[in-house]
C-alpha cells in the first residue's frame, strides 16, 4: 500500500508539473518541436519575433559565450536562412540575451534556463557546456518548420539538465573509413541533440587509423588492406587510410567546441592484426599477418612480454597527448586465447606470474594497462570482457555490450558502466525488414526499440544505479562504406536515443516525440542529413495466394510508427497531400500499381513513396531479402555486392552459417518452372570457434548446386541447377530450371551445396513462371 501511496504522489506532482504546458496546450498552443525535451518546460501567453534586426547580447566577458553566440548564428543561417548578429550594445532592448552567471535558476551541471517573453530571450547557464545546450534549443525553437526569416517564438520558460553525463555514439573509422569532414559533420550533428562523448574506434584487425610518429608501420602498412576481388567488380585495389596527427588536434578542438568528449579506442588484447602486421614482434607468433580483409573474430593478440608492454605504453603516450579525455577505451572484447594457448614463452609467462588460465591473463593485461593510465591522471574503459580476471582498477569503467547482465555485474562490484548492449543499442543493426534497406545486420532494431530503451537495469537499487554513467550506441561499419550509409544508420535513431540519455524518464512519451520529429526531419534536409525514412516508409501488404486464386487483393497499408497520415495512388502517380486517404484495407483487380507515402500534418512528406506492382508475374516473384532463413539459425545479414561497394543496392540476404532460405507458401498451380538471379559474394568472415557451425553439404557437381526441395528442405527434390565455375563467371549469373507440377500451396527450400571454403552465394530475385 505504501508502494501504491507513493506511486500516486509521484503521478500527482508530475501532472501537476505538466499543467502550464497543458494548459497552454489547451489554447491550441503547438508543442514545441524540442528533441531532446526539456526536463521542464511550461508555455506562457504571448510570444516574441525574431528577425534579422533581433541582437544577440553577450551579458558576460567569457570567451566561450561568444563562441557559443558564433555558432548559435552559424546555426541558425543554415536551417532557417535568418541571418542574427551580436551586439555590442549590452543594453540593446528586444535582444536575445547569452550569459554565464554562477547564479543562474539551474545548478545541475551542463544545465540550462531559457525564457522568452514578449520583451526577448534570455539563456542563461552556470558552465559554459550549459550556455552552449540552451543555444542549440533556441536554434531548435526557432527552426519549428521548413520556412526561411523571421519566427514568432511563442513564450515559455525551460529549466533544463541531462539525466546522465555520458551521452554517446561510437563511430568505427576501422572497418571503414570517414574523413575528417565526415567525422566533424557527426559531431556537429550530436552537438545539436546535446550528446557529448564520441568514442572513436581506432584501431583493429583490419586497420590502424590513427599516426602513431614513434612507429610509423602502424600506417605505413597497418593502414591499408588489399579486399577480396580488388581491383574487380568496383572493389579497390587496397582500401584505407588513416587520421594525421595534426587532423586528429583539429577534430578534438573542434568538438570541444561544441562541448563533445572524443575518447579514442586502442583495441587490446585482441582485435590486433593490423598493429601484429605492422610490428610482428609484438605478437605471440612472431610471424606477420596481413592486415584483415575479414569481418569477425580474428586470432591474433598482443604479446605479454615487457617489449610488448614497451610499444603499447609508447602508443598510449602519444594517444594520451592528443586527447585530453579522462578516460581511454582499450576494448578488451572478442579476445580468443588460442595463441596465448599454444604459445610456450606465454605459458611460462604465466606460471611465473601465477596465473592457471588465458582469461585470468587478461584480466593481468588489462590490469597492467589501467596501473599505466592511471598513473598518468586517465581512467581506463573497456568493453565488458575486462570484467574477467581479478586485477581490474577500481576506477576503471565497464561498456556493457553482451546485453545487460556486464552492467549489472560491473554495477554490483562497484565499477562505473556506460550502457551500450547489443542489438538495442547498435546501430549496424537494419531499421526495418523493407526490402530497399541499406546493408547491415539482422534482426531489426527500430526507432521506437530505442526511444523504448530502459537505460538502468531494474534489479540495480538506487544505490547501484548511481554507478550508470549513461549510454550510448554503436556504428560498426563493416557494411557502411560510406558516410551516407553511416548517416542513415544513425539518424532519426541518434534522435531517440538523445531523448532517453538526457531528457528525465518520467517525461518520456512515444507519441509526443513522433509529433515533434517532423521539424527535426526538416532540420536535417536544410543541412543535407541523409536521414533514414524507415520508421515511416509506407508497406503495401496483401494475401499473394487469395490475390493469386481471384485476381483481386486486399491492400493493407501501414508503417511502423502509426504516426502521420497515408495517401496512396492506384495510377502509378507519386502520392500527394491531395491523394486519397487510406482508412482502411481496399480492394483492388488484378493488375493494378499502389503507391503510398506517409504525411506530417503540415502536409510534408515523411518517407519516400513505395510502390508495389501487383500482377500474376509480380506475385511469383520475390528479392532474396524478403526470403526467411531455412530453420535452425537466424543469423541474417544484408551485404553489399562487394565489402567496400560505395552503392546502396542492391544488397542480399544471407546467412552465413547456413546458405539457405525460403520461399513461402505460394500457390503452385500451373507453375512450370523457377528463375533465379543469383549472386557470389566474398566470404569474409572470421569466424573463430563458431566456424564448426557452417553447414557444409554434399555437392553433386564441381562447383555445387542450388537445389530447390519441395515443402521444406527435407522435401523432395524439385530441381538442382549447378553453379558455374568461379574463376571464368560473372558475380552475377542466372540458374533456369523447370519444375514438376504441384497444386495447392507449397514452400520451396532454396539451398546452396557449394563449398563452405569457396565464396558465400545468395539470391537476388526468385520468379516461378507458369506455361509451356
Known amino acids: ?20 504546458l497543458r494548459a497552454a496546450m489547451a489554447g491550441d498552443v503547438p508543442q514545441p518541436a524540442l528533441i531532446p525535451l526539456p526536463a521542464q518546460l511550461a508555455l506562457h501567453r504571448g510570444g516574441f519575433v525574431v528577425d534579422a534586426n533581433t541582437p544577440i547580447v553577450l551579458a558576460d566577458h567569457h570567451a566561450s559565450t561568444r563562441q557559443t553566440a558564433d555558432y548559435l548564428i552559424g546555426l541558425v543561417t543554415r536551417t532557417r ?18 550569459q554565464r ?11 540550462y534556463a531559457l525564457d522568452v517573453t514578449p520583451r526577448g530571450i534570455r539563456v542563461t547557464a552556470r558552465d559554459a557546456a550549459g550556455l ?9 525553437l526557432l527552426t519549428p518548420d521548413a520556412k526561411q526569416g523571421a519566427v514568432d517564438v511563442h513564450a515559455l520558460s525551460i529549466r533544463d539538465w541531462p539525466r546522465f553525463a555520458w551521452r554517446g555514439l561510437m563511430l568505427d573509422s576501422v572497418r571503414h573509413f570517414q574523413s575528417v569532414a565526415d567525422v566533424e559533420e557527426l559531431i556537429d550533428q550530436m552537438a545539436q541533440l546535446k550528446l557529448d562523448v564520441l568514442h572513436w574506434h581506432l584501431t583493429d584487425d583490419q586497420g590502424w587509423r590513427i599516426e602513431i610518429k614513434r612507429y610509423p608501420e602502424l600506417t605505413n602498412i597497418g593502414a591499408w588492406r588489399t579486399p577480396p576481388g580488388a581491383g574487380h567488380d568496383g572493389e579497390p585495389k587496397r582500401y584505407g587510410g588513416y587520421y594525421t596527427q595534426r587532423q586528429i588536434r583539429a577534430i578534438v578542438a573542434y568538438a570541444a567546441a561544441r562541448h563533445v568528449t572524443i575518447v579514442p579506442e586502442i583495441d587490446m588484447p585482441g582485435h590486433a592484426q593490423a598493429a601484429v602486421a605492422s610490428y610482428p614482434q609484438i605478437g605471440v607468433t612472431g610471424k606477420r599477418p596481413q592486415v584483415s580483409t575479414d569481418w569477425g573474430v580474428n586470432p591474433w593478440l598482443y604479446n605479454v612480454n615487457d617489449d610488448t ?39 611460462a609467462k604465466m606460471r611465473q606470474l601465477g596465473i592457471t ?50 552492467a549489472i555485474k560491473a554495477a554490483l562490484l562497484g565499477h562505473d558502466v556506460v550502457m551500450s548492449p547489443s542489438p538495442e543499442l547498435y546501430f549496424d543493426h537494419v531499421q526495418s525488414n523493407l526490402a530497399d534497406d541499406y546493408a547491415g545486420r539482422l534482426g531489426v532494431e527500430s526507432l521506437k526499440d530505442v526511444y523504448g530503451f530502459q537505460a538502468v537495469p531494474g534489479v540495480l537499487n538506487a544505490a547501484q544505479a548511481k554507478h550508470v554513467l549513461g549510454l550510448q550506441a554503436n556504428v560498426w561499419t563493416e557494411h557502411m562504406p560510406t558516410f551516407a550509409h553511416v548517416e542513415h544508420a544513425v539518424f532519426p535513431r541518434l534522435d531517440a536515443l538523445s531523448e532517453v540519455a538526457w531528457s528525465p524518464a518520467a517525461r518520456h512519451d512515444w507519441p509526443s516525440f513522433l509529433a515533434r520529429l517532423p521539424a527535426q526531419l526538416q532540420r536535417y534536409r536544410a543541412q543535407h542529413v541523409a536521414v533514414a525514412d524507415d520508421a515511416f516508409a509506407v508497406g503495401i501488404g496483401i494475401d499473394r495466394n487469395l490475390a493469386l486464386a481471384t485476381g483481386k487483393a486486399t491492400v493493407t497499408l501501414s508503417d511502423q510508427t502509426g504516426f502521420g497520415v497515408i495517401r496512396y495512388t492506384l495510377d502509378g502517380s507519386v502520392p500527394t497531400p491531395a491523394s486519397p486517404r487510406y482508412v482502411a484495407p481496399f480492394e483492388v483487380t488484378l493488375p493494378a500499381t499502389v503507391r503510398a507515402t506517409s504525411f506530417a500534418a503540415d502536409g510534408s512528406a515523411l518517407a519516400a513513396a513505395r510502390e508495389r506492382t501487383l500482377d500474376r508475374a509480380a506475385l511469383l516473384s520475390l528479392p532474396g531479402t524478403e526470403l526467411a532463413n531455412c530453420a535452425g539459425s537466424d543469423f541474417r545479414l544484408r551485404l553489399q555486392p562487394t565489402p567496400d561497394a560505395t552503392s546502396t543496392q542492391p544488397v542480399y540476404a544471407v546467412n552465413i552459417f547456413d546458405d539457405c532460405q525460403q520461399f513461402p507458401p505460394t500457390l503452385m498451380d500451373g507453375v512450370t518452372a523457377i528463375h533465379v538471379d543469383a549472386v557470389r559474394l566474398p566470404r569474409n568472415f572470421a569466424l573463430a570457434h563458431e566456424q564448426k557451425l557452417v553447414v557444409s553439404r554434399p555437392h553433386a557437381t564441381a562447383f555445387g548446386e542450388l537445389v530447390a526441395r519441395a515443402d521444406d528442405c527435407a522435401g523432395r527434390i524439385l530441381a538442382s541447377m549447378p553453379l558455374p565455375d568461379p574463376a571464368h563467371s560473372p558475380a552475377t549469373f542466372k540458374l533456369d530450371a523447370r519444375l514438376p507440377a504441384q497444386s495447392g500451396v507449397h514452400a520451396i527450400c532454396l539451398l546452396y551445396t557449394a563449398p563452405v571454403d569457396g565464396p558465400l552465394y545468395a539470391i537476388g530475385r526468385v520468379a516461378l513462371h507458369a506455361g509451356r
Open 1 to 20: 500500500m505504501k508502494r501504491l501511496a507513493s506511486l500516486s504522489r509521484a503521478c500527482l506532482l508530475l501532472a501537476l508539473a505538466l499543467v502550464p
Open 101 to 111: 552567471d554562477p547564479h543562474a535558476p539551474v545548478a545541475q551541471a551542463e544545465g
Open 81 to 98: 536562412g535568418l541571418h542574427l548578429h551580436v551586439s555590442e550594445d549590452a543594453k540593446a532592448a528586444q535582444a536575445i540575451v547569452l
Open 132 to 140: 552552449f545546450h540552451g543555444a542549440v534549443t533556441l536554434a531548435q
Open 309 to 347: 608492454f614497451t610499444f603499447i605504453d609508447n602508443v598510449l603516450d602519444e594517444v594520451m597527448a592528443l586527447f585530453p579525455s579522462t578516460y581511454i577505451h582499450v576494448g578488451g572484447d572478442e579476445a580468443i586465447k588460442d595463441q596465448w594457448k599454444a604459445s610456450p614463452a606465454v605459458q
Open 357 to 406: 588460465d588465458e582469461d585470468a591473463l587478461q584480466g593481468w593485461f588489462i590490469g597492467r594497462i589501467g596501473q599505466y593510465l592511471e598513473r598518468h591522471g586517465r581512467k581506463l574503459i573497456g568493453w565488458d570482457e575486462i570484467l574477467e580476471g581479478d586485477n581490474l582498477p577500481a576506477d576503471a569503467t565497464v561498456m556493457s555490450w553482451r546485453g545487460t547482465d556486464g
